[in-house]
């Protein structure tokens, strides 16, 4: 459960992205949330770990949560607070994410054997990530809420 | 159906009224600016001209206050690249006679403050405070894209 007193809820600061479903726009994400991470003091290769984690869950969104359709947004808040950075990103939930694809752990061996070599975005998401949680936006679309931590 | 251009290249960036915020709309507009193949040079001359209208903004149109907003408005029209900055209006902006130039302020005839303006005029291809939808300052600036290489939106 997150911290809402007051003194906690003054340190944040709040950087909201609205962007077109359409791949390519991933990369704003990455460079918005990349910049900030560096100015609060994160180290490049968790800097590294967060874009990587920041564009398979735009990703996602774009392709899954909002089928592609330029004309629904996903919303990108990054949250920053004194020893922590909270991604939160959410579609229009044109596709609902089932609980199946949340808990995914592909096995490489058996992804060889497929034609479609995809499926690693939300298993990648949880190696990179401190904290992972799947939930539904207030919009009613998916929403994933991933948390790094800063280390002293 | 078919989905309007100006709906698929357009985003929206809201920011917290505090210098130093404005470094990060800089990286987020380079990277949106990129998608449209701007050349390297201009994408500088577009992240110095939204740094001056958002410490604009956050300095005079907010007057300070780390509470209130900034909005970005970005999108691709008619091959020109067009941004918003939206503040409060805690203070709107009043056109204060003709300004001096950089160089009677260099020379001491003024302070050496209130360059952003005339730095944003001087890179943008267009830009000027516009009527907004509500009751802040609505700064609008724009970037012709004919340096685009061809790269898809």
Not at chain 1, 70 to 97: H, Y
Request: include cysteine; proline fraction near 3%; aromatic fraction near 6%.
């Amino acid at each position: 459960m997150r911290d809402e007193t007051p003194q906690r809820a003054f340190l944040e600061k709040v950087i909201e992205l609205r962007l077109p479903s359409k791949l390519g726009y991933e990369r704003v994400a990455m460079d918005t949330a990349s910049s900030l991470a560096r100015r609060m003091g994160f180290a490049t290769d968790r800097v590294d770990s967060l874009k990587t984690a920041i564009s398979e869950a735009v990703t996602n969104a774009i392709e899954h949560g909002n089928l592609q359709d330029a004309a629904m947004k996903v919303v990108v808040l990054l949250t920053a607070r004194e020893d922590e950075l909270i991604v939160s990103v959410a579609d229009q939930g044109r596709q609902q994410l089932s609980q199946a694809c949340v808990f995914t752990r592909p096995e490489i061996g058996e992804a060889f054997g497929r034609e479609d070599k995809g499926g690693w975005g939300i298993w990648l998401i949880r190696e990179l990530m401190d904290e992972v949680e799947f939930t539904t936006a207030p919009s009613g679309g998916n929403q994933v809420r991933m948390v790094i931590h800063l280390e002293p | 159906m078919s989905v309007p251009t100006s709906i698929q290249t357009s985003m929206e960036l809201s920011l917290p009224s505090e210098l130093g915020f404005e470094v990060i709309a800089r990286d987020a507009i380079a990277a949106f600016a990129r998608r449209f193949g701007i050349a390297a040079d201009r994408i500088e001359d577009l992240k110095t001209v939204l740094s001056e209208a958002c410490i604009n903004a956050i300095e005079h149109g907010n007057s300070l206050q780390p509470e209130l907003r900034v909005q970005i408005f970005c999108r691709l029209e008619n091959e020109r690249l067009i941004v918003d900055v939206i503040d409060h209006g805690v203070v709107p902006f009043v056109i204060q006679g003709t300004p001096l130039s950089m160089v009677d302020k260099i020379a001491g005839l003024g302070s050496l403050r209130g360059m952003g303006l005339m730095l944003i005029s001087q890179l943008s291809d267009e830009a000027g405070f516009v009527a907004g939808t509500g009751d802040g300052n609505c700064f609008r600036f724009a970037f012709c894209c004919q340096y685009t290489n061809g790269f898809g939106h």
